[in-house]
């Protein structure tokens, strides 16, 4: 098996530690691959959109989804370190409205499955980071929401370090309590 899978708190959202291959000349690993995805998470996904973003320390980017279209998300990190949060905004969930976070870096080179229904987000550790995800549905703007990052009934506890730097779509995200749910 290409992964070494680990539970979190919330059901479905799994962390994934790929096998490295490693000796004096550098390290080689399967990023992704369908088959073993699938072995690993119990879960066939196709993966139809391939995003990277690069942010600075500080920079708190989240809690994202979309309540139509809703995209599941593999994460992970190909430089620097961030703080990675997903919130179940399944309604039907026992854990809804709760979250889970890991740090993922390029040093530990953990991913992380993030389902639909799942709100998620990230804070940048260190000076500057490269994060790639892969998604199961395209980017629909009419569909995105965001919840306010700091929302005092989710709680999540980002690991600030100072005040985050925020878009302001992040800055007036809309509480929990007014958020678009799952069923």
């Given at each position: 098996m290409s992964?070494?899978?680990?539970?979190?708190?919330?059901?479905g959202v799994l962390t994934l530690q790929p096998k490295i291959f490693s000796d004096a000349r550098g390290f080689f690993f399967e990023s992704y691959?369908?088959?073993?995805?699938?072995?690993?998470?119990?879960?066939?996904?196709?993966?139809v959109q391939d995003n990277h973003s690069q942010s600075t320390r500080?920079?708190?980017?989240?809690?994202?989804?979309?309540?139509?279209h809703p995209q599941g998300k593999l994460v992970r990190v190909v430089e620097g370190e961030v703080f990675d949060v997903a919130v179940d905004l399944r309604r039907s969930s026992p854990s809804f409205g709760k979250w889970t976070g890991v740090k993922l870096?390029?040093?530990?080179?953990?991913?992380f499955w993030i389902p639909e229904g799942f709100a998620h987000g990230?804070?940048?550790?260190?000076a500057t980071?490269?994060?790639?995800?892969?998604?199961?549905?395209?980017?629909?703007?009419?569909?995105?929401?965001?919840?306010l990052w700091n929302d005092p009934d989710i709680g999540v506890d980002w690991c600030l370090r100072g005040k985050p730097i925020l878009?302001?779509?992040?800055?007036?995200?809309?509480s929990f309590a007014d958020a678009d749910v799952f069923a």
């Open positions: 992964y070494t899978v680990r539970t979190t708190p919330l059901a691959n369908a088959r073993e995805f699938e072995n690993a998470v119990g879960l066939k996904r196709d993966f500080g920079v708190l980017r989240g809690l994202h989804y979309q309540i139509q870096s390029a040093e530990n080179k953990l991913q990230f804070y940048v550790l260190s980071t490269e994060f790639l995800y892969k998604a199961t549905d395209y980017y629909h703007p009419e569909f995105e929401r965001s919840i878009a302001e779509k992040d800055a007036v995200g809309k």
